[in-house]
């Protein structure tokens, strides 16, 4: 999506926004929808955040929407009557001038509006006071949606994280790939089938509701929390995956990102690393946060599963590979298959913490006795 003139002059006025617009700018690193900027002029209106919103991975448009307005509003109204939110702050959705939460324009794009929430978000979290407070950051977005109703909301992304869905879209991908690519990902292809079983732990937690279904964010990468510049978490971001889910996977995505710190896409393997320290603080307040609510199944899972949406993750960026880099974004040929490589180095990585992981989640939750 380019700054196109003619196409910002309807889409800025298609919503209710104020003033008029002075700059235009491609915003954040998202791998799937393009966001950007909009800085109105005189300084007396607010700015905005846009969102084209990519409708091949989106295609329940209505179903987002309404997902991420429930939540929205959900979190204001907390923020206003809970002297707990005091200091948080949350997204708030811009309508269009005739009500709707999206616009289409002429090309048949769909944008979204928020007014823009300043801070700054990290690639990587370069001191311990970031994975600290993303933990309280995530914690408490998951605590704010306890008491809004999971049924109310759509899976805007059918089987997001259900690792069944991907593994036929496995299968379906080596069927098309020509046998250069296969052979090219032979170890990874081993890699993913020697953690299969392991893998189905998860999801049969959840199928058999020893894991309650919560709202979740899904998509709980250090850039989705916003940073003032004393490193104090402010808001957390990119709400289009929020959706019905187990806590467990937002937990195993934040620390995918919040306990690391070379790049998604390292290209030296051996950077990959695991900074025990960052887990240990953005797991005290993540689990602060939760505790009060959560059973000891649940908080159990946050280490028993650790690895799954890393392995999942890996999967998708495999499968992209395979399939001809047709979902994620990518920079070069070959992009995906350093990003799945990254992700199953880390569930390595993760296995062989995995005693220490147990530990400390039992620590911050004071589960002493084996529970399951
Ligand atoms: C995508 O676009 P972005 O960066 O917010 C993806 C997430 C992945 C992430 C990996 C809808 O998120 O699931 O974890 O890339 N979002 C979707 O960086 O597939
Ligand atoms: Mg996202």
């Keep these: 999506m380019s700054k196109d003139e003619n196409i910002w002059q309807d889409v800025f006025h298609a919503f209710r926004c104020e003033g008029d617009v002075e700059s235009i700018s491609q915003y954040g690193s998202g791998h799937i929808n393009d966001t950007f900027l909009v800085v109105t002029k ?35 109204h907390k923020i206003l009557n809970d002297d707990a939110y005091q200091a948080a702050q949350g997204m708030e959705l811009i309508r269009t001038v005739d009500d709707k939460h999206y616009y289409k324009d002429k090309l048949g794009h769909i944008w979204t509006c928020y007014t823009f929430v300043p801070g700054q978000t990290h690639e990587h979290y370069h001191n311990l006071k970031l994975p600290e407070q993303a933990g309280q950051a995530f914690g408490q977005f998951i605590c704010m949606l306890q008491d809004l109703d999971p049924n109310k909301l759509c899976e805007s992304i ?10 036929s ?18 170890a990874w292809i081993d890699f993913v089938e020697s953690r299969l079983e392991a893998m189905q732990r998860l999801p049969a937690m959840k199928a058999s509701a020893e894991l309650p279904v919560r709202i979740t ?23 289009d995956t929020v959706m019905p889910g187990v806590i467990a996977y937002d937990f195993g995505d934040a620390i995918r990102t919040a306990t690391t710190s070379h790049a998604e896409d390292e290209k030296d393997i051996n950077k990959v690393k695991f900074n025990r320290e960052a887990f240990d603080l953005f797991t005290k307040n ?21 690895t799954y949406i890393s392995f999942l993750l890996g999967l998708r960026f495999l499968i992209d590979h395979v399939a001809g880099d047709v979902y994620f974004k990518t920079k070069y040929r070959g992009h995906n298959l350093i990003r799945a490589r990254n992700q199953f180095r880390f569930v390595e990585i993760l296995e062989e913490n995995q005693a220490w992981i147990d530990q400390v989640v039992r620590q911050y939750s004071q589960i002493t006795e084996k529970v399951i």
Excluded at 43 to 67: A, E, S
């Design 42 to 76: 005189g300084g007396n209106n607010p700015n905005y955040t846009f969102r084209c919103v990519n409708t091949n991975v989106f295609k329940n448009i209505d179903g987002l929407m309404q997902n991420i307005a429930y939540v929205t509003e959900h979190i204001q």
């Design 158 to 167: 059918p089987s997001f994280h259900d690792i069944n869905l991907r593994l």
């Design 169 to 186: 879209q496995w299968e379906e991908a080596k069927i098309q790939a020509d046998t250069k690519t296969i052979a090219e990902c032979q």
């Design 217 to 239: 964010h899904n998509d709980t990468k250090c850039n989705n929390v916003l940073f003032n510049d004393h490193d104090e978490a402010v808001c957390v971001i990119d709400l």
């Design 286 to 306: 993540y689990i602060k946060q939760i505790r009060a609510f959560a059973t000891d199944d649940e908080l159990l899972s946050l280490s028993n599963t650790v």
